[in-house]
């Protein structure tokens, strides 16, 4: 009795912290409150409804992600009161194998992208648990594999798209380090690896989107690159934050930090590097030929974005603008990333070549690739779902690089931010007493429920 009481008044705790946290505290130049509603009313597919989620937990309680400080071990949260959990819940469609988490999904790898929400809503809901399990089940016994063993992102052929990377090895991370299954943990860096082996061209830098028999796509798809360095961002901070992951044998861990920071390394330079249209990457990275596929458009430039924000944050040793060894080009300092993803945030609140505005009132961020049809040559200005949603990944990476006193921060520059955000008017204090004010009560509920659910 005493414990179920205990888990009440924390529940109680957590509601109220919840409450009062402001996961809007600055203003990026655009309505970001338009931006998220867009993100969550517009998913209808398993991966859009994944994507969702995450960059719902990394907005609203990020201390909850593999970004928070102490993710592990894992909490027993009631979704009710975790935003980004509730959404999930209503999304997932319990159905079997690498479908059990969404029930007649065509990809074998999208299912996976609710694979985080599914771990966390099993700490207090075994239905989620079992349906987790059976998908790490299906993904590594039951669906084709390349020749050198990177798992397909089809259920019928071999296809490996770039995709993939941000839903299955994300999610078996996640799984290996809740579970403590050094295997399962380990498979998650070593299909990075493999799919880096096929998509990478032999020049290096940015991947190609898709090789198989189906759908093969050599060009360097900026949202393909999105998914994949992002995806890469997310298994290397699930490496630095769990401690089983820093308990593995011999140098498995340091082996997959150093590994997982060179690739996602190799893909932003890759994109940093490319020919610009208008302040954001094109659709095809290198395509300047004229054809209509090398349009700049705002999904692949913002997922990374974010990916230079976390990056800036999880590995400043090897992204600091002091660094100079051999793993660090001229153009690779934290001052060139993070200058780089504050230039896109500020083009998104800027206009486009033709006078509208790249975020409309109602929120949708134009112009972006056709999500269903990346051939597309008309730019996409009804509102992407994965777009949507990459923005609002992009503003949760760049508010927790501020809160790390890494980015510069806004309420620096003046002593009040308008709300334009979507966030109540702030008024100018030191960064360290805003971060504190952020993250304070979030982070002693979370003490709390660790030490319940530890």
């Known amino acids: ?6 888990i009440l008044n924390t529940i109680a705790l957590l509601s109220a912290t919840l409450t009062t946290y402001n996961p809007l505290p600055y203003n990026p130049g655009f309505s970001i409150k338009n931006v998220l509603s867009l993100a969550q009313s517009l998913p209808r597919y398993s991966w859009e409804y994944g994507t969702s989620a995450e960059a719902q937990l990394e907005l609203f309680t990020p201390q909850f992600s593999v970004f928070g400080t102490t993710p592990f071990p894992i909490p027993a949260l009631p979704a009710a009161r975790v935003i980004a959990l509730n959404y999930a819940s209503s999304k997932v469609d319990f159905g079997t194998g690498y479908a059990a988490l969404s029930a007649g999904s065509g990809a074998a790898g999208d299912p996976s992208s609710l694979g985080v929400s599914a771990v ?10 079992a349906a987790a399990q059976e998908t790490v089940d299906a993904l590594l016994t039951q669906i084709p594999r390349w020749s050198n063993g ?6 019928d052929v071999a296809e490996l798209w770039a995709d993939f990377v941000y839903m299955v090895p994300p999610f078996l991370a996640y799984y290996g380090a809740d579970t403590q299954n050094a295997s399962i943990l380990l498979q998650s860096y070593t299909q990075c690896q493999l799919y880096r082996q096929v998509l990478q061209p032999s020049s290096g830098g940015a991947w190609m989107h898709i090789m198989g028999p189906q759908n093969q796509d050599t060009g360097l798809w900026s949202t393909g690159n999105g998914w994949a360095a992002a995806g ?4 290397l901070a699930t490496f630095l934050k769990s401690p089983f992951a820093q ?3 011999g140098t498995a861990q340091a082996d997959a930090v150093e590994g997982l920071t060179g690739y996602i390394k190799e893909i932003l330079d890759g994109a940093m590097s490319s020919p610009m249209s208008f302040g954001l990457l094109r659709n095809y990275l290198n395509d300047t030929s004229g054809d209509g596929q090398g349009f700049p458009e705002i999904s692949g430039s913002t997922l990374l974005a974010s990916v230079a924000y976390r990056m800036a944050v999880l590995r400043p040793d090897v992204f600091s603008s002091s660094s100079n060894s051999s793993n660090s080009t001229s153009s690779s300092s934290v001052s060139s990333y993070i200058s780089w993803a504050d230039n896109i945030r500020a083009v998104l609140g800027a206009y486009d070549a033709s006078g509208n505005p790249h975020i409309t009132k109602t929120g949708i961020a134009t112009p972006a690739v056709n999500p269903l049809n990346w051939h597309d040559t008309t730019p996409y200005t ?3 779902p994965e777009g949507q949603n990459f923005v609002v990944l992009m503003y949760a990476a760049w508010r927790d690089c501020v809160y790390a006193e890494v980015c510069g921060n806004p309420l620096a ?3 009040t931010t308008s709300a334009t955000a979507g966030a109540a008017t702030t008024t100018g204090n030191s960064r360290r007493m805003v971060k504190k004010r952020m993250h304070g009560g979030l982070r002693r ?10």
Not at 150 to 155: C, E, F, M, Q, T
Not at 232 to 235: A, E, G, I, S, Y
């Open 1 to 6: 009795m005493a414990g179920n009481n205990t």
């Open 120 to 129: 966390m809503l099993g700490k207090l809901d075994g239905e989620y648990t």
């Open 150 to 155: 990177a798992i397909s992102h089809r259920p």
């Open 232 to 235: 890469m961002t997310r298994v």
């Open 247 to 249: 308990q593995l044998n």
């Open 382 to 384: 009804s509102g992407s």
């Open 413 to 415: 520059a003046s002593t």
């Open 445 to 454: 509920a979370l003490d709390i429920f660790g030490k319940i659910s530890g």
